[in-house]
């Protein structure tokens, strides 16, 4: 069993930075790639940042420049550091993760409880 824990969340106020950690634990073959997703109220999730094996990563527009995301391999662990936060990125962000449980399993997607961040202006 697979489990995604987040940490980091919390509130800030407008331009200040914070850091988001997950952890991925359990039966873990291999991981292609993990990365943070967020949700605001009534509006749909979205991807804000991804980071794969070989390093490559892609970023919503909205926080290119602002937000990087990195990732320790052997401790199966992804990190997001934001900063200059707006009131806009204000959410629920999830950590998501593409790996593989066992050798003869497929890559299946698995996903963090989320941790709240909220931005004030």
């Known amino acids: 069993q697979v489990q995604l824990v987040e940490s980091g969340g919390g509130l800030v106020q407008a331009g200040r930075s914070l850091r988001l950690s997950c952890a991925a634990s359990?039966?873990?073959?291999?991981?292609?790639?993990m990365g943070w997703y967020r949700q605001a109220p009534g509006k749909q999730r979205e991807l804000v940042a991804r980071?794969?094996?070989?390093?490559?990563?892609n970023f919503a527009d909205s926080v290119k420049g602002r937000f990087t995301i990195s990732r320790d391999n052997a401790k199966n662990t992804v990190y997001l550091q934001m900063n200059s936060l707006k009131p806009e990125d204000t959410g629920v962000y999830y950590c998501n993760a593409l790996l593989r449980a066992n050798w003869w399993s497929q890559i299946s997607d698995y996903w963090g409880q989320g941790t709240q961040v909220t931005v004030s202006s």
């Open positions: 359990g039966t873990i073959f291999s991981i292609n790639a």
């Open positions: 980071i794969t094996t070989g390093d490559s990563t």
